[in-house]
């Protein structure tokens, strides 16, 4: 088994390919070694004490590196991991069963209700965002996440390769915002959420 690496905009943040699926029920971010208690990779990345972030993409798993940690040092360890787990076809959660824990539905945590009002502009954004934003951020190593339209106002959150990363306001304010505008005439702004 080979596992290819790619770089992220995220100058902290590797993507790892296994060439297989890693996680295709959608996605799933993994911000502190709490979270990771869910699945033995994550919590066995997280162990490495050198990582504060794993995220699993349908094919790709991303791998936040913590301030100061070293990349040449870390990715042989984090390789070493992945082929352990992958190689001996470990489930990606404790149990096997992703549903047996508290995955956050793409709904949850939205920043308010959403007005009912707004209904066909929502159902807009959520496509746009499926077809168009969605697959460019996987790309580089991340997801992102409808949280909420209010006022004109889309909120949106971003995980994996693309939370923190230094490019991530430029591409909600240059990139997603324009994108939405130009579709959207009712939307006037994107916030992080």
């Known amino acids: 088994m080979f596992i290819e690496t790619e770089?992220?905009?995220?100058?902290?943040?590797?993507?790892?390919?296994?060439?297989?699926?890693?996680?295709?029920?959608?996605?799933?971010?993994?911000a502190t070694p709490e979270d990771a208690e869910a699945s033995p990779l994550a919590q066995a990345l997280f162990d490495t004490g050198e990582v504060t972030g794993v995220f699993f993409g349908r094919d790709f798993v991303s791998v936040t590196a913590a301030p100061g940690a070293n990349w040449g040092m870390l990715k042989p360890q984090v390789v070493s991991i992945l082929l352990d787990h992958f190689i001996s076809q470990a489930p990606l959660f404790a149990g096997g069963d992703a549903g047996a824990f508290n995955v956050p539905a793409e709904?949850?945590?939205?920043?308010?209700?959403?007005?009912?009002?707004?209904?066909?502009?929502?159902?807009?954004?959520?496509?746009?965002?499926?077809?168009?934003?969605?697959?460019?951020?996987?790309?580089?190593?991340?997801?992102?996440?409808?949280?909420?339209?209010?006022?004109?106002?889309?909120?949106?959150?971003?995980?994996?390769?693309?939370?923190?990363c230094p490019s991530s306001s430029a591409t909600l304010k240059q990139g997603i915002e324009g994108l939405l505008r130009h579709y959207v005439p009712e939307v006037s702004e994107v916030r992080a959420a």
């Open 107 to 164: 709904d949850d945590d939205l920043v308010g209700d959403d007005d009912p009002a707004d209904a066909d502009i929502v159902a807009q954004i959520k496509d746009l965002i499926e077809t168009r934003v969605r697959p460019a951020v996987a790309n580089d190593g991340g997801d992102i996440r409808y949280r909420g339209f209010r006022d004109g106002v889309v909120y949106l959150a971003m995980q994996g390769a693309c939370s923190g």
């Open 7 to 30: 770089t992220t905009p995220n100058p902290a943040t590797l993507k790892f390919l296994p060439g297989q699926a890693v996680y295709p029920a959608g996605t799933r971010d993994f």
